[in-house]
């Protein structure tokens, strides 16, 4: 994915009401940024930190700013949760990822029983139903997922097992948009729940692949697939 426009460079001043942050620009304006992220943003937030802003002009938003990334550790890290959906609809519709490639037809947004998943893709073969997570969150060398208690991503998972009995094929793509991590994991200490039933559905066929993103002001693209350790 490239940024079609340039980023607007600014540095974080805070991060409040879950969807907003304000900013201060390089030319010392302070802008209200949207924030696409309803996580705790817990290990990517600093105060002062380098970040990233695309300018939307749209009379209808509240705000003309749309946040990024930040800079933590040295290394852009991404937090607009709409960017992974885009870069797996994308890479699979290009045949880019190679545990996910073959497949003819590929739509966004494909309902499931009492879900709706972020890609579905079918060829003459076989029906596939893929759910995307954003994941920010870093403990030591690890990229966890949730970063808060997620209700409505166990009914995903539930849903995928329902799938996959179903004869279907279910996946789940964690795309994890930050370079100083080196392998997946759910994060038990967050969401227990969530972690015992990531376990469950990978052991009933739902395949699981985690997959880095390098992020940059220039553009987001996906990089390797990391080794992930289930936990409950």
Request: hydrophobic letters at 40%.
């Amino acid at each position: 994915m490239i940024f079609p426009d340039k980023l607007v460079h600014g540095r974080l001043i805070k991060r409040y009401k879950r969807f907003l942050a304000d900013i201060e620009l390089d030319n010392g304006e302070i802008v209200v940024a949207h924030t696409a992220n309803s996580g705790s943003m817990k290990s990517c937030l600093k105060e002062d930190a380098e970040v990233y802003l695309t300018y939307v002009d749209d009379p209808k938003r509240k705000t003309n700013y749309t946040w990024e990334m930040i800079k933590i550790n040295d290394s852009w890290v991404g937090i607009n949760t709409a960017v992974p959906n885009l870069l797996i609809y994308e890479a699979v519709k290009n045949q880019e990822i190679i545990a996910l490639e073959g497949y003819t037809d590929v739509k966004r947004e494909v309902r499931f029983d009492d879900s709706r998943f972020d890609v579905f893709a079918q060829n003459e073969k076989e029906e596939c139903f893929i759910e995307v997570k954003n994941v920010s969150l870093k403990m030591d060398n690890y990229a966890r997922f949730p970063d808060a208690v997620t209700v409505r991503g166990r009914k995903h998972l539930n849903t995928l097992m329902k799938v996959k009995k179903e004869g279907k094929r279910a996946v789940m793509v964690y795309v994890v948009q930050r370079a100083d991590v080196d392998v997946f994991a759910p994060a038990v200490d967050i969401d227990p729940e969530y972690a015992i039933t990531l376990k469950k559905a990978c052991e009933n066929g739902v395949e699981i692949y985690p997959i880095r993103a390098i992020v940059s002001p220039k553009k987001i693209v996906l990089g390797d697939i990391l080794p992930f350790e289930l936990e409950s």
